[in-house]
């Protein structure tokens, strides 16, 4: 009997195990329907080539040490470079899998009414967190065992199988304690916050961590040619930098002497120590937390916000919504983005490249030239609201392809009337007043502590209008239902255009960028570049008109897929 239940425990484990495994890798990112192997295959495979180039091209000097002069004494630079690199990626992906990190609603009640043990089911998703980032180590580090054990083995005397098994369990914990920060994270807002406040302020967690994680990418330059003068200086820096931490047992594991990685092995061994037992520690509280909101319901607003809600649209609708279906297209696509946590996160990872990116740069430039760099407008700072509105506008072009619930959209097709310009209409005033207004204030308030009222006047209108500009030429040609049309994951084939892509916004950016330096400097022109502009953005509208009036003209609700093979029309 004692033999049967064990096999049922057993079995139960395995099926578990399996199960939480394949849904931290199915996030609202990198999401495939049906493709559960296929998806883990594509992740794991990115991951195996980065690692491999990354590493080539970090220690391709030790390749060939007498000519390109490098020395042994630089090896843990590059050991922290690529542990820093590791641990931002794996940073990255456990943003992304948020939701999975805990079992969520779902999990508790599909699996609350079978007869599984609450010990079998933690322990199954511990376990599966363990796999996953083992699974993330090892693509990450095939060709990069390989390349740092033959490269710098022969450097240090360490024998080669164990060189690269000190790799590999050097960048696991790495990897383990950042996956483990980011659960500890979620652990404490879990704790402190009720649901209903957890589940408003988690994509803005989400994004902060997101951003954090890519600035560590955007300064990995600066960090590498810090490092040596951090040590020389003995800076706290190397005390509180967790890369260092596990660079510390990189090098005692191989043989170094060097006292100053000494603290490093026992304050990486207690750090994980820490977060493991918050992690286990947050287990049944977040069970207990969905025990005890299993019946209660969402709070209604109150009279008095109702009330205000209710005059403002009575104020806004009349004059910005006049056509009753850019209204309905308008609040649509506001709910829309308001309740759907996956578009919110596919937004938010298009805007935190660019976050990253310019908060880097602003503190850099801060660190060598002080505010005075920031009272004169240089290409820098006229080109920041570019670069934040043009992803804005790609972002949005790119999610609303996505459908919310895909079954849903017959009611579009059953009432989709003759004047098809108003679905545009109100899907664009939707971005401009929800997202683009809202951008447009916060760069208004840093251009005028920049440069003062005027200058940060006429630049965020700049701005703004090619973010109109932008808006229509990204829409022009879309014939969707936003969030309600089929969605084919290779047509907009950014794996074979990229660099297409890439060339043109660095030539529009560099473009617009010293067009609006200019204007800065002669504002009487800004008049004739908003004629210019919005001569163009009529001409886009009236071009998309004449394409509604056609009578054979229909939104598209499911793709037609793509040709295979393409006739050249001989026979006719």
């Not at 099926?15 to 996030?27: G, P, S, T």
Request: hydrophobic share 50%; aromatic share 18%; charged share 15%.
């Amino acid at each position: 009997m004692k033999s049967i239940n064990s096999e049922k425990k057993h079995s139960q484990f395995y099926v578990l195990l399996k199960h939480f495994v394949l849904r931290m890798f199915n996030n609202d990112i990198l999401k495939y329907e049906n493709q559960g192997r296929e998806r883990v295959i594509v992740v794991l495979t990115i991951l195996t080539i980065a690692g491999g180039y990354v590493t080539h091209k970090l220690l391709v000097g030790y390749l060939f040490p007498a000519l390109s002069g490098a020395g042994i004494d630089t090896i843990w630079v590059k050991k922290t470079v690529f542990l820093t690199l590791t641990m931002a990626l794996t940073g990255i992906i456990t943003v992304f899998s948020w939701e999975n990190i805990f079992p969520d609603r779902k999990d508790y009640m599909n699996l609350l009414v079978l007869p599984v043990k609450m010990r079998t089911l933690f322990a199954a998703k511990f376990f599966s967190l363990l796999i996953f980032v083992g699974l993330l180590s090892i693509a990450f580090n095939i060709f990069s065992l390989f390349i740092f054990t033959f490269y710098l083995a022969p450097l240090t005397k360490v024998n080669l199988f164990y060189f690269g098994f000190t790799h590999f369990i050097t960048n696991f914990l790495a990897n383990l304690f950042m996956f483990l920060v980011a659960a500890c994270i979620q652990s404490i807002f879990t704790i402190l916050l009720k649901n209903r406040l957890l589940r408003k302020l988690s994509n803005i967690i989400q994004a902060v961590l997101l951003v954090g994680f890519i600035s560590i990418i955007v300064w990995l330059p600066q960090i590498s040619s810090f490092l040596p003068r951090a040590k020389e200086r003995l800076s706290s820096f190397l005390y509180y930098f967790p890369p260092l931490w596990f660079t510390g047992i990189y090098e005692k594991m191989t043989g170094s002497r060097d006292v100053v990685f000494n603290p490093h092995v026992l304050i990486a061994v207690t750090a994980i120590f820490i977060t493991t037992a918050i992690y286990l520690v947050s287990f049944p509280i977040s069970f207990k937390r969905f025990l005890s909101s299993g019946s209660s319901g969402g709070r209604k607003k109150s009279l008095v916000v109702q009330r205000m809600i209710r005059l403002a649209r009575q104020a806004f609708d009349p004059v910005f919504l006049r056509h009753p279906v850019q209204r309905g297209m308008f609040y649509f696509v506001c709910q829309a983005l308001k309740r759907s946590r996956k578009h919110q996160l596919q937004l938010v990872t298009y805007m935190a490249l660019p976050t990253a990116y310019i908060i880097a740069d602003l503190v850099y430039f801060h660190s060598r030239s002080g505010w005075s760099y920031f009272r004169v407008p240089n290409f820098f700072l006229v080109g920041t609201s570019l670069i934040f509105y043009f992803f804005l506008a790609a972002g949005l072009r790119m999610i609303v392809r996505h459908p919310i619930m895909l079954r849903a959209n017959w009611i579009f097709q059953l009432t989709e009337i003759k004047e098809k310009k108003n679905y545009i209409k109100g899907l664009k005033k939707a971005m401009l007043f929800l997202l683009g207004f809202p951008l447009f204030i916060g760069l208004f308030i840093f251009y005028f502590y920049c440069w003062g009222f005027r200058l940060a006047l006429f630049h965020s209108l700049y701005s703004a209008a090619i973010f109109l500009l932008l808006v229509e030429m990204f829409f022009n040609t879309y014939k969707k239902i936003p969030f309600a049309g089929e969605f084919e994951p290779g047509k907009p084939n950014i794996k074979i255009y990229w660099p297409l892509i890439l060339g043109g916004f660095l030539e529009w950016y560099v473009l617009f960028a010293n067009i609006g330096l200019i204007l800065l400097n002669w504002p009487k022109y800004y008049i004739l570049f908003f004629v210019v502009i919005f001569a163009l953005h009529w001409g886009f509208v009236l071009r998309r008109y004449r394409e509604y009036k056609n009578e054979d003209f229909g939104f598209i609700y499911e793709e037609e897929p793509q040709e295979l093979m393409l006739s050249l029309n001989l026979g006719s």
